[in-house]
């Protein structure tokens, strides 16, 4: 199964669990964002991050180029709840 199948498959099963009004409020968040031009400001694959520095868990303050001189970088980010 390639990556866009089990995306998609991932996004039908939110359907199934999220209330219809949410989705509603999600979908219309999205296009608001694509509206203001934010989507072609975001980060594209292949594109280098710009340096950013962070709280972490323990209070200190990382700066992604500290991390990037021990070797690969992984950035998630989490939404939290809707």
Known sequence: MSLQEKLDQIKEAGKARIPEPVRAVMGQAVADLVAAG?????????????????????????????????????????????
């Open 38 to 82: 934010l989507a072609e400001k975001a980060v594209k694959v292949g594109d280098r991050m710009p340096a950013f520095t962070l709280g972490a868990v323990s209070g200190r303050r990382v700066a992604s180029d500290e991390l990037l001189a021990r070797g690969p970088l992984v950035v998630s980010f989490y939404r939290g709840r809707w």
